[in-house]
């Protein structure tokens, strides 16, 4: 079977005709990106269109993601997926006013077409200036060994069907298994009417071990996702297993669990709870909120917004993290963003259009989910740094409480900052030891509140993935030490 | 592009390629978006978007594909890729697809008016929701979301064994999020529209009333001690439990033995009051469909008959592997998903009482205005429900004051057994709608 990429040149450099004379665009694409500097022409037709009727800025967007998904339940492959995803998105400002369209197509005309559309928010005219193209190179952020596209279906199918074994193996318990396995690589092109040209190839991989113990009566479930934007070379068996058996293990633990207590008390976040601090504080440092000032954490730089051991930090530029990229999807680089140090608020994090309204510097959050999608400000990488303790003393210094293994998700109010999130994981401390397993509990706080009552900070940090919702859902991983919350309220039933 | 001819293109090709079973699902999507602030539009989004999924079966085994390139020597790798990747899955022998039916009678899901609709008129109906929220109480401060959303969808589903089924349906939808301020103290509050047809959309008084009601109701709340007391869940917050209530009815759940109901049909599983319904079939609700993402016409199923349980919701593959039949209940995300079962228009029957009666009622108990992360607990094996909740406490029978910074818990059979009274004021405006109802004793959670 020939690879990929080998039809890929082949076609690049033969056989136009057979593929139904495709725009030129689209070649260069699938031969890597090599040839990019035979873009420019066609890009820059692209931004003129967009910018026909005046406005301020133009961009366009090309994506190419290629995507296979291998399902599994009950021990049996329900599918085997296979995704191919081509379009682009052209977007005009003017006096601050988005206009956004996209097509299923990077055929120059077709580009054209939706830049047209785009320039409707515009109400002027003029000769639109288009700043030459300086390509920004790949600075290896998300760098990958083997691309998931050369790989045959076949050995994506193994991994599922080894995750589904090593779960079973587990305990006798484990009744239920399913697996999910997603990999992909996304090739971008941003370009824009100020000369910035990037051409990106991304990564990902993903796996989702579902489980559902049962013992006489009970039963209880798990749920563990691992990801990276790396390539099939980090998609082995032993990462399946490594899911698989924590999978299986959280659900069997479980399975004994009371009911968690209802009320205000302290909870011990065990290592990897980095979700409280992107639902409790990230979402409101997000500066589309602080543009309109419906965020909490408006005007507020400069001032304390938590105790000394606070410092957090949102970084999409840390090695093959499931929230990293070289640049964002305008075309800023991926950085390190101080958005709190101990305990004083720092900065909010920006895409292009908010730093431009706020007089402030883009810091690389600029997502979208799809060519479909207009750029937002969103989070990347987002971690509470570690502190001096060892996680085995703090629990050791709460003498009653619960202590949190694995949190679900969460949501918050950005207005408020009133947050929720779940928990799937969870062991009350009794005399400063972890005791019995508890279910059912769910913590409700203030973000600014809960800042202030962190009171201990491990030294044990661990990032976790997730998929972040905004309207638009996009990869991001959220990192954090153990930690103790002085009081909470837990949601339980005990 | 054509739908209709391009699923035809690629059921020809399907058909060529030698595979036992093939199944093509085009959809085509033209959509805009408009968000509104200070009188102005700020962003206009046009989304013209389109393509393709085939599922090939060979044997039990299945492959899937989709894509969004349509030229012809793209659709032609598609199919044999699609085959490829069905030869080298292993064997499930519940895939396959599902056979011609007679297609249910008119469901009116199309707005013809669509293309009519002048932008200018959309644009005002968003300027006139943000006079009116501003114009509410001098405590409403800021908008922070205010948009106007409609869509046209295309689709085709066609498969080898002589499925082929066409249609159009229109969606339009605005949306409102409000900041209400007052001594330093900040609530929120949102309220949003979806109908199939324009003039269904609630009028701008309505929406700009409801979310500023929401926000300002909630101004001055404080905690509650933590205790056990009925629960009051309105039109707005009673879809959670319809919610959770669907993750054990989901056939998927059931066929895979995740269900907390499997095997329980027949069983008396709620209180008396309680009668839930599925049905795609009513005219304008948005839900609605003439048939579901396989094919399978439309129907309306009574999921549970005065507290008992008498059916799941099945797409062709669950439905097989319960032993049962599809229900008519596929559903996808997109061309980029492979059918799931999902609901379509999920009610609880309304009662007689009304709502401010329910009220009067409640010797004392908490009226729910808003849950934060109740879908965070949905687990179809366990039933446990847990929440952030905000409200209003009711004293013999009126409102005492509101309610933050609590959490509600317990647990969905639990809740649906301790239902003592239902509302009158069923409304079928989104896909799942409850009226008004009181669950008995709840755990809520403060200090």
């Known amino acids: ?494 | 592009m054509d739908a209709e001819k391009l699923s035809k293109r690629l059921l020809a090709l399907i058909e060529a390629s030698g595979i036992a079973e093939g199944e093509v699902y085009v959809r085509k999507t033209r959509g805009l978006e408009v968000t509104l602030r200070d009188q102005d539009v700020e962003r206009l989004q046009n989304t013209d978007a389109g393509g393709f999924a085939l599922r090939l079966i060979d044997d039990h085994r299945m492959g899937f594909v989709h894509s969004s390139d349509l030229r012809d020597a793209s659709i032609e790798r598609a199919v044999e890729k699609g085959v490829d990747l069905a030869r080298n899955a292993t064997a499930d022998e519940f895939n396959s697809l599902v056979e011609p039916a007679p297609a249910a009678g008119k469901v009116e899901t199309y707005d013809d008016t669509i293309a009519s609709v002048e932008y200018e008129r959309k644009i005002s109906l968003l300027k006139d929701v943000e006079t009116l929220c501003f114009a509410y109480d001098p405590s409403i401060s800021k908008i922070a979301d205010l948009s106007y959303e409609d869509s046209e969808v295309e689709t085709v589903i066609a498969n080898t064994k002589g499925v082929f089924q066409q249609s159009s349906s229109t969606r339009f939808s605005v949306g409102v999020d409000v900041v209400a301020e007052r001594d330093g103290e900040v609530e929120s509050g949102g309220e949003r529209s979806e109908s199939r047809f324009f003039e269904d959309l609630d009028p701008p008084s309505r929406l700009a009333s409801r979310a500023c009601w929401k926000a300002t109701s909630l101004l001055g709340g404080k905690t509650l001690p933590t205790q056990n007391a009925p629960v009051i869940f309105n039109r707005d917050t009673g879809y959670a439990l319809l919610r959770h209530l669907f993750a054990m009815i989901d056939g998927r759940n059931v066929a895979d033995g995740l269900s907390l109901l499997g095997g329980r049909i027949g069983e008396q599983i709620a209180s008396p009051l309680v009668t839930v319904i599925d049905d795609a079939t009513i005219s304008g609700a948005i839900g609605s469909g003439r048939f579901d993402a396989e094919g399978t016409p439309s129907g309306r199923t009574v999921i549970v008959d005065g507290g008992t349980l008498r059916s799941f919701l099945f797409d062709s593959r669950s439905g097989r592997k319960a032993g049962s039949t599809t229900t008519g209940n596929a559903r996808r995300d997109g061309f980029r998903a492979l059918p799931a079962v999902g609901y379509t228009n999920l009610f609880l029957e309304g009662g007689t009482t009304s709502p401010d009666e329910i009220m009067k009622t409640t010797e004392s108990g908490l009226l729910l205005l808003s849950l934060a992360g109740w879908w965070m607990g949905i687990n179809a094996s366990t039933g446990d429900f847990s929440s952030g909740a905000k409200g209003l406490w009711i004293e013999g029978g009126e409102v005492a004051h509101p309610v933050k910074k609590v959490t509600i818990a317990s647990n969905i059979i639990d809740m649906l057994g301790a239902v003592d009274v239902v509302g009158d004021d069923l409304e079928l405006r989104h896909a799942a709608s409850s009226p008004t109802l009181r669950i008995g004793e709840m755990k809520i959670g403060g200090v």
Not at chain 1, 48 to 70: C, H, I, M, P, S
Not at chain 1, 93 to 122: N, P
Not at chain 1, 378 to 385: A, E
Request: proline share 4%; with cysteine; charged share 25%.
């Open chain 1, 1 to 494: 079977m020939m690879k990929r990429r080998d039809f890929v040149k082949l076609t690049a450099k033969g056989s136009i005709i057979a593929l139904g004379a495709p725009a030129l665009l689209d070649l260069v694409a699938r031969d890597k990106l090599a040839a990019a500097d035979v873009l420019p022409p066609e890009l820059k037709g692209v931004l003129k269109a967009a910018l026909a009727n005046g406005g301020q800025f133009a961009d366009v967007y090309l994506e190419q993601v290629d995507r296979t998904t291998v399902s599994l339940a009950g021990g049996k492959v329900e599918s085997v997926e296979c995704g191919i995803h081509r379009g682009g998105g052209v977007r005009l400002l003017s006096d601050w006013k988005t206009g956004y369209s996209s097509c299923d197509s990077w055929e120059e005309e077709e580009l054209k077409r939706v830049a047209g559309v785009a320039s409707q928010m515009a109400r002027g005219g003029g000769e639109p200036e288009i700043e030459d193209f300086t390509r920004k190179g790949e600075r290896g952020i998300v760098a990958y060994e083997i691309s998931p596209d050369e790989i045959e279906s076949a050995r994506k199918v193994e991994i599922a069907t080894h995750a589904d074994t090593i779960a079973r193996a587990y305990d006798p318990a484990i009744k239920q298994v399913r697996v999910n396995y997603t990999d992909e690589i996304k090739r971008i092109v941003v370009a824009n009417s100020d000369g910035v040209m990037v051409t990106h190839e991304v990564p990902l991989v993903w796996i989702t071990v579902s489980t559902l113990a049962q013992r006489d009566s009970k039963q209880q479930s798990g749920y563990i996702r691992r990801s990276a934007k790396r390539g099939f070379e980090y998609a082995g068996l032993a990462f399946a297993e490594e899911a698989a058996r924590e999978s299986a293990r959280q659900a069997v633990d479980m399975l004994e669990a009371g009911e968690a207590p209802g009320g205000e008390i302290p909870v011990v976040i065990g290592s990897g709870g980095g979700v409280v601090f992107h639902e409790a504080v990230g979402h409101g440092l997000e500066a589309d909120g602080v543009e309109r000032k419906t965020s909490f954490y408006t005007g507020m730089v400069g001032t304390r917004v938590g105790s000394d051991l606070i410092s957090i930090i949102d970084d999409g530029s840390i090695p093959n993290l499931r929230g990293s990229f070289d640049y964002d999807d305008e075309g800023t680089p991926s950085q390190e963003n101080v958005l709190i140090e101990n305990g004083i608020l720092k900065g909010y994090i920006y895409d292009l259009l908010t730093a431009w309204k706020l007089k402030a510097k883009p810091t690389g959050n600029g997502r979208r989910q799809s060519y479909m999608h207009y750029p937002m400000v969103r989070m990347t990488n987002t971690h509470l740094l570690p502190g001096d303790s060892k996680p085995e003393e703090i629990i050791e210094a709460t003498p009653n409480g619960i202590f949190t293994r694995h949190l679900g998700g969460g949501e918050v109010d950005t207005t408020t900052g009133d947050f929720t999130f779940g928990v799937r994981e969870a062991y009350l401390i009794e005399n400063g030891k972890i005791g019995a397993p508890v279910k059912g509990a769910t913590l409700i706080g203030n973000g600014p509140e809960i800042l202030k009552r962190i009171d201990m900070v491990g030294d044990d940090v661990d990032f976790w993935p997730g998929t972040c919702g905004k309207g638009q859902w996009v990869p991001v991983t959220s990192g954090a030490p153990t930690l103790r919350i002085a009081s909470i309220t837990v949601g339980g039933r005990g």
